[in-house]
């Protein structure tokens, strides 16, 4: 299970570049009854690319917890890019947490498939009926200037394709318009091999 721990700003979207995008008129006053409209469109189409391309956008805390892990000689991280692991710790039945050494694991880094990968021969698993909690800080950029130019134009594409139609309800053709498709396309990871 992967949760948000923190959320982006408000201050750190970009209300003035998505108004500009739509070309919004401006000179109405600073406390535009729009801005919480369009702060939620832009929300609904990060999170609709995160979940397309498994990458966080702007950078923030998650925690992760699983029931162990999957090969313990390199985990997979179910988001990417990660810049650190803030923590593992390994909680007992009863909820007691113990927090590992971070000396005793390390974190490879890779824009697709980050993995936690131990000093050793094997990470640190959890007692039986115990669970693994990760800590980890994701994302591209802590600021919008800092995410790549194409990401950047897909968000404010999707945002306005989904202000446009707002009031529509019947699902349209692939639900994600094609340029936004194109544009985050190199973020996604590509999948090789046959179907069982």
């Known amino acids: 299970?992967?949760?948000?721990?923190t959320s982006v700003?408000?201050?750190?979207l970009p209300v003035e570049a998505f108004k500009a995008?739509?070309?919004?008129?401006?000179?109405?006053g600073t406390?535009?009854?729009?801005?919480?409209?369009?702060?939620?469109?832009?929300?609904?189409?990060?999170?609709?690319?995160?979940?397309?391309?498994?990458?966080?956008l702007m950078r923030r805390t998650f925690r992760?917890?699983?029931?162990?892990?999957?090969?313990a000689t390199a985990q997979s991280i179910p988001v990417a890019p990660v810049g650190e692991i803030a923590q593992l710790a390994l909680i007992s039945r009863t909820g007691m947490a113990t927090v590992v050494d971070p000396a005793v694991?390390?974190?490879?880094?890779?824009?697709?498939?980050?993995?936690i990968r131990p000093t050793g021969t094997a990470l640190p698993g959890p007692e039986k009926g115990g669970e693994l909690r990760v800590q980890l800080v994701a994302g591209f950029a802590s600021?919008?200037?800092g995410l790549p130019g194409d990401?950047?134009?897909?968000?404010?594409?999707?945002?306005?394709?989904?202000?446009?139609?707002?009031?529509d309800t019947a699902l349209s053709d692939g639900c994600m318009p094609f340029g936004v498709t194109s544009l985050i396309e190199r973020f996604r990871m590509m999948r090789l091999g046959a179907k069982p």
Not at 1 to 5: D, F, N, V
Not at 105 to 115: F, K, N, Q
Request: glycine share 8%; hydrophobic share 45%; aromatic share 12%.
């Open 1 to 5: 299970m992967l949760i948000e721990e």
């Open 9 to 12: 700003p408000d201050a750190a």
């Open 21 to 28: 995008h739509m070309r919004m008129g401006s000179g109405f």
């Open 31 to 56: 406390q535009d009854v729009q801005h919480e409209v369009l702060r939620g469109f832009l929300r609904a189409a990060m999170a609709a690319i995160e979940a397309r391309t498994g990458k966080a």
């Open 64 to 71: 992760w917890t699983l029931a162990g892990w999957s090969d």
């Open 105 to 115: 694991y390390w974190l490879e880094r890779d824009g697709h498939s980050p993995r």
């Open 143 to 145: 600021d919008w200037a």
């Open 151 to 167: 990401l950047q134009q897909a968000v404010l594409m999707l945002a306005a394709h989904f202000y446009e139609y707002r009031h």
